[in-house]
């Protein structure tokens, strides 16, 4: 990543990558402890409602089928486990960078990389990689970080993803046309920024590049892949997907076949 050009045109372009805020940053202190357990990380977000919040819609969403609804968040973060729980964490305190954006878009936005995220961790428990399952949720939750990045800059430019609803991918290219960026870059820079995991950086960085993705170690591969497929079952086939297909059946078998049952499930 040291080297990649677009990193560093993005760092040259002038953005201002946003700083995680103070409970984001306490959760993740306490989750680089082994030894802490859902109490420690409860007790570090017990000061931001915003996280505590969507720690219990996220806990009680259909795809984790809970058998009881959490009530708390240490039920949620029990429920969750580490790695969901820093996802969520990571993309509230994000989005709370978002202020002062258009508010419609931010919302499709986010809705839109919950609902990728909420599917790459289903595809991802079909396939033989499952136990990437919780890194592939919060690889997907964050991969369009790089938007907020670009709309920070320049605000008027979220014009071009307006009235899309879920599906994205047309507007966010016209995005990095118009800025002259590229929100995967971004969405990167973000994540190594944010200390999260090098492998989700890389994944991030390919996530519509798939000739990039296949030149990646195993896991931030499968990961990209795993991402693409997430924008599959969320957006049907589109143009964004079908430079996937080979890698996603050859890497994971997940072909058309699979996909449909997916879908259906």
Known sequence: ????????????????????GPGFLRLQAAAASEDAGPR???????????ITGALLRVANSPVFRPRAAPRSALE???MLGR??????????????HCSGLDADVIEAVWSASARAAELTYAACRQTSAKALADLAYLAALMQDAGIAVLLRRSPEL????????????????????????????AGALVARNWKLPQDVAEAIRAHHDPRQA???SETPRFLAILLATGRRLRDGVSPDWIDWTELAESELGLDEASLAELEEA
Not at 1 to 20: F, N, T, Y
């Open 1 to 20: 990543m040291d080297k990649d050009q677009l990193i560093e045109a993005v760092l040259a372009s002038g953005v201002v990558l946003p700083a995680p």
């Open 40 to 50: 420690e990380l409860a007790a570090a977000v017990s000061q931001d409602p915003a």
């Open 76 to 78: 949620a973060i029990t």
């Open 83 to 96: 790695t969901r729980t820093l996802a969520t964490a990571a993309s509230t305190a994000l989005r709370s």
């Open 158 to 185: 979220a014009a071009a993803l307006k009235g899309q609803g879920h599906t994205l991918e047309a507007g966010i290219r016209a995005l990095d046309a118009l800025s002259g960026a590229d929100h995967a870059a």
């Open 214 to 216: 296949a030149r990646l």
